[in-house]
């Protein structure tokens, strides 16, 4: 797994790697910023592992302290025991192990695309998430698009790097992509684990008008993965606290690393903001 060292490597600050344990397995963590500062937890897209980060973590951690988490459901190196993940309240009750084991009560949650849905459940059934940020989430507001399903199958059923490279070139319209995070992504160099996809369910309608985090929805004006006018007005519809930044010149899959000066400092601002008085 040298690609994913390859990625990691490129982090412009200290990283401190964590392997926390629970029922669940063994979850990597890349932890950066000051011991004393504000809980940042960062989940990463489906197979984009938590280096994903690297462009992000500099003005995310100058205050913050980041915990960049590796999914216990997807590649890279946490280590899932066998059969422990397999329905969203497992993923759910995941995440409450890891906080608890980086000794964080509530936390401000960055998650992408499956990341993102990872992120909106498990602050639905866990309520120890403080502000959410969703980037480009996907199956949370409305489903996947038919086309990028259909795309995305040769790569998904039957792998391999130039299948792989093609179908990020035609979502990101040949817009370039980090070469190292590439060869990690698109060669499977990130490692197989054992790892079982949970596969994402859009949450109920009174799921999410329940949801009490203030959420930051982030949407790729040329991302072809769904319809964000769609998810933009659903989510704007049902949710109870919700601000938009729609950044017109991101495709899915170049968030979040191709767009760090535009989204930094929006994120850096919605997690800045106090809780009302009278919210838990």
């Not at 500099?58 to 329905?87: H, N």
């Not at 084991?101 to 949650?109: F, K, N, T, Y």
């Not at 859009?202 to 769904?226: F, I, K, M, T, Y």
Request: with cysteine; aromatic share 8%; proline share 5%.
């Amino acid at each position: 797994m040298n690609a994913y060292d390859d990625v990691v490597a490129q982090w412009p600050v200290e990283v401190e790697t964590l392997d926390l344990e629970s029922r669940f397995g063994t979850t990597r963590v890349l932890a950066a910023g000051p011991a004393v500062g504000d809980p940042l937890i960062l989940i990463h897209g489906g197979g984009a592992t938590s280096a994903v980060w690297f462009a992000d973590v500099e003005s995310l951690a100058r205050e913050r302290r980041v915990y960049a988490v590796d999914l216990i459901c997807d590649r890279g190196r946490s280590r899932p025991r066998p059969g422990a993940v397999r329905t969203r309240s497992d993923v759910a009750a995941w995440f409450a192990t890891v906080l608890d084991a980086l000794g964080v009560e509530r936390a401000d949650v960055a998650a992408h695309s499956y990341g993102a849905w990872v992120a909106l459940v498990s602050a639905l059934e866990t309520r120890r998430v403080r502000r959410l940020a969703l980037l480009d989430p996907t199956t949370c507001f409305g489903p996947m698009a038919r086309g990028y399903v259909l795309r995305s199958l040769p790569a998904v059923v039957l792998g391999g790097e130039k299948r792989w490279r093609r179908f990020f070139e035609w979502e990101t319209g040949g817009r370039r992509l980090d070469p190292a995070w590439l060869q990690l992504v698109a060669s499977g160099a990130q490692g197989r684990n054992g790892a079982k996809v949970v596969l994402p369910k859009r949450p109920s309608d009174e799921a999410l008008r329940g949801l009490e985090a203030p959420v930051l929805l982030v949407l790729g004006g040329q991302s072809r993965v769904h319809d964000v006018t769609a998810v933009r007005e659903h989510a704007e519809r049902l949710l109870r606290e919700v601000s938009v930044l729609m950044l017109p010149d991101a495709t899915h899959h170049t968030l979040p690393q191709q767009h760090a000066i535009e989204l930094d400092p929006f994120l850096l601002d919605f997690f800045a903001k106090q809780d009302a008085v009278g919210v838990s």
